[in-house]
């Protein structure tokens, strides 16, 4: 009797995520498929497109990041989906989908904005925002039954006044970063309903049109900074050698993924550590260090799922003929849990070291923004230790329905003393 193949896993579904990061089929994936055809079936309302290779082996997933040449952020952006051709010359002023050279002249730019007393200032802030919301949280907590919405209370607020600190968004303006957050990374979910086009098909969250209030806001606070300058990151591009397109979309980006990064990261973190109380006895008892233990809750837990890349040349992966125009996406919370690398992987191991993880990428693309992330998550946990007694999980956490973001909703935790 012949015994049929098993059919290759799907991890394109976003509802798929919703459950958790579905860590079984990327494990058969990379033991027997580390290159593999994916359908890119009409999902939520989006419609179908032509396809793509997922690529789940660590090895793999940093060979396709390094290649630049063979695999282009620039051809076809870095979503799975395709954009409308006619947003594309729209979407590559964005640095993120751009090739070198041009995307190192845009990064040398921005990078310069990230001096070090700004760095120093800006650690000295998110400690104490930490430290405030933490406080109130555990004393809302004590007042009520113990428990804590940790998202609600305490990591969608630290993410986003301290991006609003960094770009020197005014406090009152904070709300219309989340909102335009929102549209761009919840597009998936059920709870941040697509827009519908003339044709009733949804509106790309990143086409010219969803995005004109965000740019007209970034030209008035950029002119406002040339004649107000301060100690923020716009007033630095509001005087860099960069065009109108190129200022709107540095403001999109350091929106979007400035937010998201660790909005998504630090719930992950401290569920991680509420589901593993010997884990979070050693860090409170100073047998891991913080930072250390950072890098092993960012493989843990990655923030991003996934990046797109398009084959500019015919290449060969792992056996696989991937043609010039083929849509090549890399896993990286497969990656970041290969057995290749990573021994014991789907242990959390605070002292992990070396930690190779791919949460922040790799080559030209890596994330410009890597240091003040992980800059806010260690404030966050020293402040967390501090303030905060142990912690377990009080529900399953509710998780943000995407393929793209490893996002939470909500995270209640009960605190036990």
Not at 345 to 369: E, I, K, M, Q, T
């Amino acid at each position: 009797m012949t015994v049929p193949p098993r059919p290759v896993p799907d991890v394109f579904d976003p509802r798929l995520y919703a459950r958790g990061i579905p860590h079984d089929a990327y494990r058969e994936l990379r033991d027997r498929h580390p290159v593999a055809w994916q359908d890119e079936h009409e999902v939520l309302g989006w419609p179908a497109g032509p396809g793509f290779w997922a690529v789940t082996r660590h090895s793999d997933v940093v060979r396709v990041l390094k290649d630049a040449r063979g695999f282009s952020s620039c051809l076809g952006a870095t979503q799975i989906r395709n954009p409308d051709p006619a947003d594309l010359p729209f979407i590559r002023r964005m640095m993120l989908n751009q090739d070198p050279p041009a995307h190192g002249r845009l990064r040398r730019l921005v990078s310069r904005a990230f001096t070090p007393a700004r760095v120093e200032r800006f650690e000295a802030a998110a400690t104490t925002r930490a430290r405030d919301l933490l406080t109130a949280a555990y004393s809302a907590a004590r007042d009520g039954d113990g428990t804590v919405d940790a998202v609600r209370t305490v990591t969608d607020e630290y993410a986003l006044l301290n991006l609003t600190d960094l770009l020197g968004v005014p406090a009152g303006d904070r709300e219309l970063l989340l909102t335009w957050t929102e549209r761009v990374i919840a597009y998936q979910d059920p709870d941040e309903p697509p827009v519908p086009g003339p044709d009733g098909t949804p509106v790309n969250p990143r086409s010219p049109a969803m995005l004109k209030e965000m740019f007209g806001y970034a030209q008035d606070l950029a002119a406002y900074k040339r004649d107000h300058p301060g100690d923020d990151v716009l007033t630095s591009l509001a005087h860099a050698d960069l065009s109108e397109g190129e200022l709107e979309m540095f403001f999109f980006l350091l929106t979007v993924a400035g937010n998201d990064t660790v909005r998504s990261a630090a719930p992950g973190g401290l569920l991680a550590l509420a589901a593993h109380p010997e884990e979070q006895r050693g860090l409170r008892s100073g047998r891991f260090g913080v930072a250390t233990a950072v890098e092993e809750l960012l493989r843990f837990h990655p923030p991003v799922l996934h990046f797109r890349r398009t084959a500019a040349e015919d290449r060969v992966l792992r056996g696989r003929r991937v043609r010039r125009g083929d849509k090549v996406v890399v896993f990286h919370a497969s990656a970041n849990h290969d057995e290749r690398v990573f021994t014991d992987p789907h242990r959390l191991d605070l002292a992990r070291s070396p930690n190779p993880h791919v949460s922040f990428g790799d080559g030209p693309h890596v994330c410009l923004g890597a240091h003040f992330a992980r800059l806010q998550l260690r404030v966050l946990h020293e402040q967390a230790l501090r303030v905060l007694p142990p912690y377990e999980p009080a529900a399953p956490p509710r998780r943000l329905v995407s393929h793209f973001i490893n996002g939470l909703k909500s995270l209640p935790l009960r605190l036990l003393r």
